[in-house]
Structures are given as C-alpha cells and as structure tokens.
Nanobody, 122 residues
Framework: QVQLVESGGGSVQSGGSLRLSCAIS???????MAWFRQASGKEREGLAS???????RYSNSVKGRFTISQDNAKNIVYLQMDSLKPEDTATYYC?????????????????WGQGTQVTVAS
C-alpha cells in the first residue's frame, strides 16, 4: 500500500518561508509527484509537479515563489515556499501517480497524503 505523509506545515508571517516534506513509502518505479492545496471554501488547486527525472511544472500562482524538489534516495519530495502571502493559507497535500506527469489536475492522481496546514498571517 502506497503511503504519502506530509510534514512541515505551520504558521508564518507574510513574507516568510516554509518547507513542506512528503515521504513516500512502498512504491518503486517511475512516478509523478505533485503538491496541491485547498483553502477553506475553495476547490483543490494544483501547484507543482515533479517526475522521476526531476522535470518540474508550476502553476502561475506559485511560479517564482515555490520550488518543488526531491531526494530519490530518501523517497521524499519537498515544496520550498518563499515570499508567502496570506492567500497561501490552506491545507497542503502531496499526491502521486504512476508514470509521467500529465498535469496539475486533481483527478490525474491516485494516492494522496492526509494534508498539512499552512497559515500565513498578515
């Protein structure tokens, strides 16, 4: 059973930084990992993806501020979030799909973590 466990969320002031981690267990082979977020009352939004060859993709809302990366030896995917804004407040999720990345749409991914809360104070 594939498991994804996020960590690193918390509260930060506007302009600050946080790094989220997603530990992946029980999976081998090519896969696409992505970060999503869901703010209260809003739909889940895809933010960034990375494939096994470390090709990355970002949504326009976070491009230039967030960086996705991975440590394949440790099976961990990171989301470095800089220049945080109050509108970045949300629950952040990591997700996985086998094979290549095909986009940042929720339905493309089959395994999800439980989420970690990020709160940015103004």
């Amino acid at each position: 059973q594939v498991q994804l466990v996020e960590s690193g969320g918390g509260s930060v002031q506007s302009g600050g930084s946080l790094r989220l981690s997603c530990a992946i267990s029980a999976f081998k082979g090519d896969r696409c990992m992505a970060w999503f977020r869901q703010a209260s009352g809003k739909e889940r939004e895809g933010l960034a993806s990375i494939d096994s060859d470390s090709n990355t993709r970002y949504s326009n809302s976070v491009k230039g501020r967030f960086t996705i990366s991975q440590d394949n030896a440790k099976n961990i995917v990171y989301l470095q979030m800089d220049s945080l804004k109050p509108e970045d407040t949300a629950t952040y999720y990591c997700a996985r799909v086998r094979g290549r990345c095909r986009g940042l749409l929720e339905y493309l991914y089959d395994y999800w973590g439980q989420g970690t809360q990020v709160t940015v104070a103004s």
